[in-house]
Structure formats: C-alpha cells, structure tokens
C-alpha cells in the first residue's frame, strides 16, 4: 500500500515537470505567405533536464516488506488438577499395661461369701433321736360298779405325760475334728442363716467406711470393685480387682487405698470362720 501512494506521488511530479518544461520553450514564428505552414521550432533539452526526465520515468524502487517473524506462542497450559490432601491418621496410642495385683499370702479356701449376694451356709438340723412307744398292758376287766365309775370319769381328758425330748447325740470318734461327733447342738445351728448374714453386712459396712476415709481425695472419677479376704481379727490378708474402672490407674489407686486401710475392724463374735472374703465397690468423685 506504501509503495503504491510512492509511485502515484512520483508519477504525477514527473508529469508537472514535463508540462512545465513544454511551457518554457520559445514559441517558433508562424509561417507568412499563401502557404500557411506552422512552424515549429524543436530544441533538445539540457542534459540535466534529460537525467532528470529519466529520473522521474525510472519506476520507483518497491522495497520487499519482509513479514516480521512472530514470536512463537505457547500453547495454553491446562490448569493442573488440584493435589489431594492427604487424610490425617490417627495415631493409635498403646494401651497402658495392666500391672499385677498385689499378691498377698493366700487364704485358705473358702466359699466367698459377697455381702450383696452371699448365701449362707445352711447348719445341719438335727434329728431327735427315736422315741420308744410303751404300750400299756392289757387290764383285767373291772367289776360292773367299777364300770359305771369308770363311764363318768371318761369324759374328762386325761392329761397326757409330758415328754422330754432329749438332744440328738453322735457318736465322737477318734478321727479328725471334721468327722468327730458332738454331744448336742454345735454353734452353727445356734446362729440363723438370717443372723449370720445380718452379722456379715454388718461388718462388711465397717470395713466400707475405713477404707472410704482411707481414700484419697482428687484422684479420679469411677468405681472399682475389690475383692478382699480378712481375717476375724481385723488383717487383709488378700486383695484384687473384682472389676475393673477402665482406668489402671484408678485400679492401682483403689488397691493401694484397701491396702493402706488395714487392719479393719474385727469380726463379730459369734462368726467363727477363721476368715471371710468380700466384694465391695470403692467409688472415687
């Protein structure tokens, strides 16, 4: 498009300088006479004039327009997939290992016997040993006074002859005390099953309370249920959990506490066994 506007500029200069030039050169005379030819007077123009002529008729030098080279475009870049996010994993923690219970020298064996539901030992009954009948002997028949005598007084009741009821006795042998016998009723069937298990809560209800004032205070919160063998007089002879809190170190507190509430009070009197076992609840706030 350039080049076209340079060569229309150039050629209608060319074409001004022509028409200028004709116009300057002299006009020849006109001929006279009946012959009435037109002269006309042809001069050759001046060197300059001629290499300007030729300047202007030369066609105009086009420049080849080289299309610039475009950069290169880089393609478009997808937009990446979002990374995933890793889940957090929960870090297990290993459970806590239970320790031991404190073994203390073992009780004889024994049916436990738990407060809530401890059912006693039922005594042996004894049996009245048997009464021997004495049949009265055959009377001769009385008299027909005696008769009418014996018809009035048969309406009032005779009273019957107490009898005395003696003890049931066992032979003693000469094993050992189990298998010995007695001479009439033993202890045990003088205190009733009722009674007996009257004396073990009893009891049982002192042992609760000094190991209750024998807790410490801010340790946790549960209930642990212990299992605990106690002599007549008073010592704890074992101790271990019955049931569990959840928690070992609340157990090992509530062992520590039953341990450190000895010696309880004694048994009462009349329960003679040489120990007894318990299960009770210690419950921390």
């Given at each position: 498009m350039k080049g076209l506007f340079e060569f229309t500029g150039f050629a209608g200069l060319a074409?001004?300088?022509h028409v200028a030039a004709f116009q300057g050169l002299p006009e020849g005379s006109q001929s006279a006479g009946s012959g009435g030819d037109a002269l006309v007077t042809v001069v050759s123009a001046s060197a300059s004039l001629s290499d300007m002529v030729?300047?202007?008729?030369?066609?105009p030098v086009v420049d080849q327009l080289v299309p610039a080279a475009l950069p290169p475009v880089a393609p478009p870049?997808?937009?990446?997939?979002?990374?995933?996010?890793?889940m957090p994993v929960p870090q297990m923690r290993p459970a806590a290992p239970l320790r031991p219970a404190l073994a203390l020298p073992p009780a004889p064996d024994r049916p436990l016997s738990d407060i809530s539901s401890a059912q006693p030992d039922q005594p042996p009954v004894a049996q009245?040993?048997?009464v021997a009948t004495v049949r009265p002997?055959?009377?001769?028949?009385?008299a027909p006074r005696e008769k009418a005598k014996a018809s009035a007084t048969a309406a009032a009741p005779s009273p019957q002859p107490a009898q005395a009821s003696q003890p049931a006795r066992t032979a003693a042998g000469?094993?050992?005390?189990?298998?010995r016998g007695t001479s009439g009723p033993s202890d045990m069937a003088t205190l009733t099953a009722g009674a007996r298990q009257s004396l073990l809560a009893e009891w049982g209800g002192k042992i609760r309370n000094r190991i209750?004032?024998?807790?410490?205070?801010?340790?946790?919160?549960?209930t642990v249920t212990v299992l605990m063998t106690v002599r007549r007089d008073g010592v704890i002879q074992n101790v271990s959990i019955a049931?569990?809190?959840g928690q070992p170190s609340l157990d090992q507190i509530a062992l520590r506490t039953v341990q450190k509430a000895g010696p309880v009070p004694a048994a009462p009197a009349a329960l003679t066994d040489p120990s007894y076992s318990f299960r009770l609840p210690v419950r921390f706030d």
């Open positions: 074409l001004a300088l030729a300047v202007w008729d030369r066609p870049i997808a937009d990446a997939p979002p990374m995933p996010v890793p009245d040993a048997p002997k055959a009377r001769p028949e009385p000469s094993g050992a005390a189990s298998a209750d004032r024998a807790r410490p205070q801010g340790s946790g919160r549960g049931k569990s809190s």
